[in-house]
């Protein structure tokens, strides 16, 4: 049985009377920690997140305050010998934000002995085959603990629509940018368990393989300039090839590659390239992505796919496993990928695969339609912010709103009838979402008849089904994307056919 002393990051502790700027040293230092824990005399006080923390450091002067100002006083605390399946099933009932922001275990006798985050247990779950309980287990942990980091994110979106002091949008920017690597950190971890299952999804749609390396310049070239690195993309085929392929699987590939590169090369050059080749009925893809900014030894681009396990000094844990899920998307698509000392300085990496000719490419989707914009909506979540991000996204349709705070209100409002769409949360207490949506289709008359969308974090496709069989029209993933709201209440309003089209993008 696994413990928790099989699972912790056994990491130096931050001493109670230290200073932020020694945090932010270690931080800076330790790219691939999440969470310091902080001790007086060998017991632990507190525990400090690593993107909560980095985030508050851009005030002026907060290297010079203690470290106890912007510490989790009340951490969770555990004994290394808590089994590690009960202790992460208790922390999704009762403290899920630890998961996030970091817990600390003890020895027998309460003395600190290591920290751990979801993270850090996924990433040695990892290590080892993963059976189909775990898989889930992960699968969980990841919903979670993206909840408040997706309401985190939300919320800031909604700030940059206004009018804030100068030097606000940096804020916000460092907001933005350490919630969205927590949010891919998990997503990587959580594809490798599905990898060690057999349980990755690879769903090929119609792409023209040009705007995919669009996409990819798109995506890489701000980020490249800002590092002093030029970005070099090209496409080298037919401009108009269609393919059958999972865009965003191969997108994952590229990050991986390019996210590796851009690490390496400062103040150099890195090239992608995406060469295509005619087969009957097929096309065979090569990849490349080459950078010329460090010296690597033969041993050391012999275990870049290996994962967390082979994390090297300075090295963030986040590339080595989206190198590692980039090998098991391309095993999975048939492929495979190498990677090259250059003459001189940098490596060149190379994947290949044959993917099936696809037909026409597809359309851009509609505006939302006039009948949308007229809605009135009814919004139910337990979480007031959640509320607020929703009514201000149905402001901008110019559709009017009302509100309530779980399943049970929401079936007193559905009685009268009054509503066009109705927005459902999923996790609520009391009843619900899917029970609220079941109460509601009893209803007599029109108030059973409306349209209801699940809005959650939880959309795999056993999730969509369920809401689906309750009554639902339509699933939106958060962080609610406005394009991809917009698009929910035309099908609902429209009375489009639900399926799996209708979850998240």
């Known amino acids: 049985m696994d413990t928790l002393a099989d699972k912790i990051d056994r990491r130096d502790p931050l001493a109670a009377d230290s200073l932020c700027e020694e945090a932010l040293t270690r931080f800076v230092r330790e ?23 980095m985030a508050r450091m851009e005030a002026p002067d907060g290297g010079q305050r203690p470290v106890r100002d912007f510490m989790d006083g009340a951490p969770v605390v555990a004994a290394a010998d808590t089994p590690a399946a009960a202790f992460v099933q208790r922390l999704l009932r009762e403290h899920p934000q630890a998961l996030l922001s970091g817990f ?6 309460g003395r600190y002995l290591g920290v751990g985050t979801a993270v850090c247990l996924m990433a040695r779950e990892g290590r080892r085959r993963a ?30 629509r206004m009018r804030l002091p100068d030097g606000a949008g940096a804020y916000l920017d460092t907001i933005t940018e350490a919630g969205g690597d927590v949010l891919a950190l998990l997503e990587t971890a959580s594809d490798l368990q599905k990898a060690a299952t057999g349980g990755l999804e690879i769903n090929p749609q119609a792409r023209r393989l040009q705007d995919l390396m669009d996409e990819v310049e798109a995506r890489w070239r701000l980020r490249a300039e800002a590092a002093g690195v030029t970005m070099l993309v090209s496409y080298d085929g037919d401009p108009e090839c269609v393919a059958l392929l999972d865009s965003p699987r191969l997108m994952q590939v590229f990050d991986a590659l390019i996210g590796h590169a851009l ?31 460090a010296l690597y030894t033969s041993d050391y681009l012999a275990r870049l796919f290996a994962g967390a396990g082979a994390t090297g000094e300075g090295e963030r844990m986040a590339d080595r496993l989206g190198l590692a899920l980039a090998a098991h998307i391309l095993k999975a698509l048939g492929g495979s990928v190498t990677a090259e000392p250059n003459v001189g300085a940098g490596a060149t990496i190379t994947f290949e695969t044959t993917l099936d000719r696809g037909g026409v490419a597809k359309a851009e989707k509609p505006e939302l339609s006039q009948a949308a914009r007229s809605a009135h909506i009814l919004v139910v979540d337990d979480n007031a912010t959640n509320r ?53 289709r009893k209803l007599k008359g029109e108030a059973g008849k409306a349209p209801i969308i699940a809005l959650t974090a939880n959309a795999d496709p056993d999730d969509v089904r369920e809401y689906l069989e309750a009554g639902m029209q339509a699933v939106v993933e958060k962080p609610i994307k406005p394009e991809r709201l917009m698009e929910a209440l035309d099908m609902a309003l429209g009375g489009a056919p639900a399926g799996r089209d209708s979850a998240a993008a």
């Open 263 to 293: 690490a390496k090369a400062r103040d150099g050059v890195i090239e992608a390239s995406l060469q295509t080749r005619d087969l009957d009925g097929a096309v065979r893809i090569s990849g490349r992505v080459r950078d010329n900014g």
């Open 104 to 109: 600390i275990v003890t020895d027998s006798a």
């Open 31 to 53: 790219p691939d920690a999440m969470a310091l824990a902080v001790v007086d005399s060998g017991l632990p006080v507190g525990v400090v997140g690593r993107d909560a923390f």
């Open 388 to 440: 607020m991000v929703v009514e201000a996204l149905c402001e901008m349709f110019d559709c009017s709103t009302e509100s309530v705070a779980d399943g049970v209100e929401a079936v007193e409002a559905a009685r009268a009838g009054r509503f066009d769409v109705i927005l459902m949360d999923i996790k609520m207490p009391r009843m619900d979402g899917v029970a609220a949506t079941r109460e509601i």
């Open 131 to 160: 059976s189909p309980r775990d898989t889930a287990l992960i699968d969980r942990i990841t919903a979670e603990v993206r909840e408040p980091v997706l309401t985190a994110l939300s919320v800031t979106d909604q700030l940059r």
